[in-house]
């Protein structure tokens, strides 16, 4: 999320909804009943207990198969989030037995679900949103499966709310805040002298970098409580009474409710209530505040101590929310002109996963061999889908090769694609593919990821592709990784092993016996290193490259 007007002393709303007694250290726990660690007791049939783009991340892990409408329990997970807010999803996949094992469960999830509430999925987020009453957009961050034992299967899903300019006002706290309930009956000019008073006091406040202050608006328009507030605050302007500097100033929000449990949400992060001469009583009464009530002289008064703590830990999730942002898959820059990004928004057959900057280095290096007799070979075949993709992109005179050590994966065979069963590792059973295929034109390595399996396939695969072929692997990411044998310069990683290839490909100027040309110098013409795919371009390259001079000296 975008987190660049946030001031050190923002405070970011951090929910764990269907938290039970495993509440996230600092978050607001919200459940259907009382237990320890929930703060706020709600039915998440009904309203999520928070007003309108309020909170920053959301921790939705295991709930929302509880909640029997899965376009009200999105369409309130996305009116709470902020502009560019986090939702974190885990919930059991209709792919394994976790879903319907729990009598509990109501409502059921596979990976595929989500794309109804994405941008990336163009034609299902259309017709949810036409047909199935979805109100809101989303972005994939990041989205998996997991397999958790006993053959239950966890979608992971890491979703950015996207919201246009109308919706995009939005509520930002504090490590202090307070709340006032103006009476908008009242004349402008008594409204006026009353948030006059307020802000000046929140002003001249010695912790008043640290307070948000949030004012109902509750029987009057957004516009014209901003109006009116803009007021105020350019009066205090004109007095010489706020500070230039952003993070000296207070925070000023006007919000507005859709129900009168949205304040249940808001009291764990409510210092108290200010009292005003005129406030909006009956709406008091009906909503049942309980908070501490303070007069403007008591906030005059009160020095009021922060947990740092506290702080310090809301820090790290913003963090947190701040690493996602950086992990957020984009679209291609190529867009609606990459077939391969085309098929993979639209696709309807078997599912696909890939991360989405890979259509572009995809589109780059294999739009040459498109409508021509190639044989693919890709290693990892999953459910099946992105053999379809190839054989789609390649066209009618291509033939799709998989390997993949699941048996079941046996059955995905049709038309032009063939699947062999084994290990990456099994060295002989490579050799036994390269006899059966003969030379192929690219291979694509996104089998298990682990060193191993990526070292033993190119050296044993490699001299399968043909002289003017390519090819790729990709997931590098898991070199870093400890769980694939990964770590940072680690001895042994596929980073480490194919950066000796710059090496070897440049081993014809080399002056060094250690450095001699071998047989990737002789038969590689580029190495093409991007975000976590490498791509190996094969080219006769046998004899020492050549220099000349053309044209005339001019010195």
């Given amino acids: 999320m975008d987190n660049s007007n946030l001031s050190a002393s923002s405070k970011l709303i951090c929910i764990d909804l269907g938290c039970g007694t495993h509440k996230a250290e600092d978050f607001i726990g919200v459940d259907v009943v009382a237990a320890d660690g929930v703060d706020v007791i709600a039915n998440l049939n009904g309203y999520f207990p928070f007003p309108d783009n309020s909170v920053d991340f959301i921790k939705a ?56 509430y994405c941008q990336e999925f163009p034609p299902y987020l259309a017709l949810c949103q036409s047909h199935y009453g979805f109100k809101g957009e989303f972005s994939i961050v990041s989205i998996d499966e997991k397999n958790s034992g006993n053959q239950v299967i966890q979608v992971h899903a890491v979703l950015k709310a996207i919201k246009s300019e109308e919706n995009n006002y939005q509520l930002n706290f504090k490590n202090i805040n307070f709340i ?28 008043n970098s640290d307070i948000a202050l949030l004012i109902d608006i509750q029987n009057t328009s957004l516009e014209d409580a901003n109006f009116l507030l803009a007021d105020v605050l350019l009066n205090l302007c004109y007095q010489g009474n706020i500070e230039t500097d952003d993070d000296k100033l207070p925070q000023f929000n006007l919000f507005k409710t859709n129900s009168r449990e949205e304040y249940k949400g808001l009291l764990p992060i409510l210092q108290s209530r200010i009292i005003l001469e005129s406030e909006n009583k009956e709406f008091i009464n ?5 908070l501490p009530c303070w007069t403007l002289e008591e906030l005059n008064n009160k020095t ?7 702080i310090s830990i809301l820090q790290q999730v913003e963090n947190i929310t701040n690493l996602l942002d950086h992990n957020i898959i984009i ?47 890709e290693i990892g075949v999953f459910h099946g889908g992105s053999l379809q993709m190839w054989k789609n992109y390649f066209g009618e005179a291509a033939h799709i090769y998989g390997i993949d050590i699941d048996p079941r994966c046996q ?26 295929i003969g030379t192929v034109d690219i291979i694509i390595d996104d089998g298990g990821h682990t060193m191993e399996q990526q070292i033993c396939s190119f050296e044993e695969l490699y001299p399968a592709v043909q002289e003017r072929g390519i090819y790729l692997v990709e997931d590098l990411h898991t070199s870093y990784w400890s769980g694939y044998g990964g770590g940072y310069k680690k001895e042994g990683t596929f980073i480490e092993y194919a950066k000796n290839f710059i090496d070897q490909l440049n081993a014809w100027h080399s002056q060094d016996q250690e450095l001699t040309p071998s047989h990737l110098t002789k038969t590689c013409t580029g190495l093409h290193f991007y975000d976590s795919v490498l791509v190996i371009e094969k080219y006769p390259n046998h004899y020492k490259p050549k220099t000349s001079m053309t044209g005339k000296f001019s010195f």
């Fill in 180 to 207: 006032i309930f103006p009476d908008w009956s009242q004349s402008i000019e008594v409204i006026f002298a009353q948030l006059l008073n307020v802000c000046q006091s929140i002003i001249d406040h010695p912790n």
């Fill in 61 to 116: 892990h295991d709930i929302i198969e509880h909640l029997p409408d899965r376009i009200h329990t999105m369409n309130e997970i996305w009116r709470i989030l902020k502009p560019d807010g986090i939702v974190d999803i885990s919930v059991p996949s209709t792919d394994g037995r976790g879903a319907f094992q729990d009598p509990t469960h109501v409502s059921f999830w596979n990976i595929n679900s989500f794309m109804y």
């Fill in 286 to 290: 009906q909503i049942g505040l309980e």
């Fill in 304 to 310: 009021i101590e922060i947990n740092r703590n506290k």
């Fill in 411 to 436: 059955e995905l065979e049709e038309d032009r694609i063939k699947i062999f069963i084994g290990s990456q590792t099994d060295r002989d059973f490579l050799q036994y593919v390269r006899n059966t």
């Fill in 331 to 377: 679209r291609p820059n190529s867009g609606n002109d990459n077939p391969l990004w085309q098929y993979f928004c639209q696709n309807q057959g078997r599912l696909i996963h890939k991360w989405h900057h890979y259509f572009d280095i995809y589109h780059n290096h294999f739009s040459r061999f498109r409508k021509s007799p190639v044989k693919i070979l």
